[in-house]
């Protein structure tokens, strides 16, 4: 007798391996989109800084890697890491998603700090403000504001692209999500598979993306648009 | 000279070693191909990408909730769900849904990236086309125009300048990203490059050789979105 609880899909969706294993694959996908994030963060602002400092050799470095890297498939820049670099898959990911995404923000911080008027500027520091006073109390809060949507949606391709990394054989969510598909063979089976790790990653990303969309209502609020 | 050159351990030996260069060269017809396919996927699914935008875009600046809702839920799932995962998913429910249909990995890379960006371009048209203002579609509108009307001749002309320098840099990204057609065997240039690659283990020059090619691709575009902004924001 063929009853529901029999179903191919029912039987695997009552298998705690399955369970088990996008479990294990979801945590190290966070692991990689998190250390990607926090240092493409951290290179970003450096690199932006660079770039918008425009000091002759240093404000070229900096233009010079964003143009490139820019240009450059995500893919490639994981595969290069593993390949040419040698590092282990995990790291491999995480190097190749910061080169991207370290040149993307650093693009992101340096499109904030030019929307300030230079006007704004100039009137700090006819004020008596110093060079990071200003930076502080007058160029960085529009600029703040400016970039958080661009920097969170950058986070949410992080979380997105690291899927690549099962070119590589990390076993995070995507490929462990494959393994299990082949395991499971059907093909309803396999659907349902994919379906429930689109769930996971649209979770994660959806909350991350209203997060933003409220934190940037709730900060612009009640700051004028002057000079902006 | 020879002599000098066969003593020198860098070139002999090592990633990049000048034996891997002659072996790349002499097989780089292969990335000539994969080239070619990716311009061919790039291309095509710009074209979709387009199409899928512009109506999707129409349709959640729209005042009628039903399409509203389609274009969202479109939206916010195709952004937020990696790529790879819905070519997965395009490569296995195809066949599933309608057996016995046979589709090239091309036309699921075309499909895979032009519902993926058109999404983000429907973000983009949406944006446009609510930057222009309400006041002016009620003005066409109340000058006999239908709604279709007024969005072909009087606000989407408008908005092309605003869309444009983003659509332009989603086209940066489309061409960038159809190298997630190498993870299904795609043919495409990363596929090429790194099917050659893997087989002798020639990465260091063969990878130096698709990131130009792929930059040469993306470069000008970059460069003609660049050039957009500033007109936009000269205006």
Not at chain 2, 46 to 58: D, F, I, P, Q, Y
Not at chain 2, 179 to 186: E, Q, R, Y
Not at chain 2, 200 to 226: E, N, Q, S
């Given at each position: 007798?063929?009853?529901?609880?029999?179903?191919?899909?029912?039987?695997?969706?009552?298998?705690?391996?399955?369970?088990?294993?996008?479990?294990?694959?979801?945590?190290?996908?966070?692991?990689?989109?998190?250390?990607?994030?926090?240092?493409?963060?951290?290179?970003?602002?450096?690199?932006?800084?660079?770039?918008?400092?425009?000091?002759?050799?240093?404000?070229?470095?900096?233009?010079?890697?964003?143009?490139?890297?820019?240009?450059?498939?995500?893919?490639?820049?994981?595969?290069?890491?593993?390949?040419?670099?040698?590092?282990?898959?995990?790291?491999?990911?995480?190097?190749?998603?910061?080169?991207?995404?370290?040149?993307?923000?650093?693009?992101?911080?340096?499109?904030?700090?030019?929307?300030?008027?230079?006007?704004?500027?100039?009137?700090?520091?006819?004020?008596?403000?110093?060079?990071?006073?200003?930076?502080?109390?007058?160029?960085?809060?529009?600029?703040?504001?400016?970039?958080?949507?661009?920097?969170?949606?950058?986070?949410?391709?992080?979380?997105?692209?690291?899927?690549?990394?099962?070119?590589?054989?990390?076993?995070?969510?995507?490929?462990?999500?494959?393994?299990?598909?082949?395991?499971?063979?059907?093909?309803?089976?396999?659907?349902?598979?994919?379906?429930?790790?689109?769930?996971?990653?649209?979770?994660?990303?959806?909350?991350?993306?209203?997060?933003?969309?409220?934190?940037?209502?709730?900060?612009?609020?009640?700051?004028?648009?002057?000079?902006? | 000279?020879?002599?000098?050159?066969?003593?020198?351990?860098?070139?002999?030996?090592?990633?990049?070693?000048?034996?891997?260069?002659?072996?790349l060269f002499a097989n780089i017809g292969q990335l000539w191909q994969g080239a070619l396919?990716?311009?061919?996927?790039?291309?095509?699914?710009?074209?979709?990408?387009?199409?899928?935008?512009?109506?999707?875009?129409?349709?959640?600046?729209?005042?009628?909730?039903?399409?509203?809702?389609?274009?969202?839920?479109?939206?916010?799932?195709?952004?937020?769900?990696?790529?790879?995962?819905?070519?997965?998913?395009?490569?296995?429910?195809?066949?599933?849904?309608?057996?016995?249909?046979?589709?090239?990995?091309?036309?699921?890379?075309?499909?895979?990236?032009?519902?993926?960006?058109?999404?983000?371009?429907?973000?983009?048209?949406?944006?446009?086309?609510?930057?222009?203002?309400?006041?002016?579609?009620?003005?066409?509108?109340?000058?006999?125009?239908?709604?279709?009307?007024?969005?072909?001749?009087?606000?989407?002309?408008?908005?092309?300048?605003?869309?444009?320098?983003?659509?332009?840099?989603?086209?940066?990204?489309?061409?960038?990203?159809?190298?997630?057609?190498?993870?299904?065997?795609?043919?495409?240039?990363?596929?090429a490059?790194?099917?050659f690659?893997?087989?002798?283990?020639?990465?260091?020059?063969?990878?130096?050789v698709?990131?130009?090619?792929?930059?040469?691709?993306?470069?000008?575009?970059?460069?003609?979105?660049?050039?957009?902004?500033?007109?936009?924001?000269?205006?």
């Amino acid at each position: 007798m063929n009853t529901f609880m029999d179903s191919p899909v029912m039987v695997m969706l009552s298998d705690p391996v399955l369970y088990l294993g996008l479990g294990q694959g979801l945590l190290l996908t966070l692991q990689i989109a998190g250390i990607s994030i926090a240092l493409s963060f951290v290179i970003g602002t450096v690199l932006g800084a660079m770039r918008y400092s425009g000091l002759p050799v240093i404000s070229h470095v900096a233009a010079t890697y964003i143009e490139v890297v820019r240009n450059l498939p995500q893919l490639l820049l994981i595969l290069v890491s593993y390949f040419v670099l040698g590092l282990p898959a995990m790291w491999a990911a995480v190097i190749g998603l910061t080169i991207y995404t370290a040149a993307i923000i650093a693009e992101v911080i340096r499109g904030g700090l030019n929307s300030v008027m230079t006007g704004q500027w100039e009137a700090a520091r006819s004020q008596g403000f110093s060079y990071l006073q200003a930076m502080r109390y007058i160029v960085l809060p529009p600029a703040v504001v400016k970039m958080i949507p661009p920097i969170v949606s950058q986070f949410v391709t992080v979380i997105k692209d690291s899927s690549f990394a099962m070119a590589i054989g990390a076993y995070e969510l995507m490929f462990k999500g494959t393994i299990l598909a082949a395991k499971y063979w059907k093909p309803e089976q396999i659907i349902t598979i994919y379906l429930a790790i689109s769930l996971i990653y649209f979770a994660i990303n959806f909350t991350i993306s209203q997060i933003a969309r409220r934190m940037q209502t709730k900060w612009s609020a009640g700051r004028g648009t002057i000079g902006s | 000279m020879a002599d000098l050159l066969a003593n020198i351990d860098f070139l002999q030996e090592g990633p990049f070693s000048v034996p891997r260069w002659e072996a790349l060269f002499a097989n780089i017809g292969q990335l000539w191909q994969g080239a070619l396919v990716t311009v061919l996927v790039a291309s095509l699914g710009l074209a979709l990408a387009l199409a899928l935008g512009t109506v999707l875009g129409v349709m959640s600046s729209s005042q009628w909730r039903i399409p509203r809702g389609f274009a969202r839920g479109y939206v916010e799932f195709f952004q937020n769900t990696p790529l790879l995962i819905q070519v997965f998913m395009l490569y296995n429910a195809i066949p599933m849904l309608v057996p016995g249909l046979f589709i090239p990995v091309i036309a699921i890379g075309i499909l895979g990236v032009g519902m993926y960006h058109g999404a983000y371009m429907a973000e983009v048209v949406r944006a446009g086309i609510q930057s222009i203002g309400h006041g002016q579609l009620e003005a066409a509108l109340s000058q006999g125009f239908s709604y279709v009307g007024a969005m072909r001749y009087i606000i989407i002309p408008q908005a092309m300048r605003i869309v444009l320098p983003p659509l332009t840099n989603q086209a940066v990204s489309l061409i960038k990203n159809t190298s997630v057609l190498a993870i299904i065997a795609g043919g495409d240039l990363m596929y090429a490059g790194d099917s050659f690659a893997g087989r002798y283990g020639h990465y260091g020059p063969t990878y130096i050789v698709v990131g130009l090619l792929y930059f040469l691709m993306c470069f000008p575009l970059a460069r003609l979105t660049r050039r957009l902004e500033s007109r936009t924001r000269a205006n």
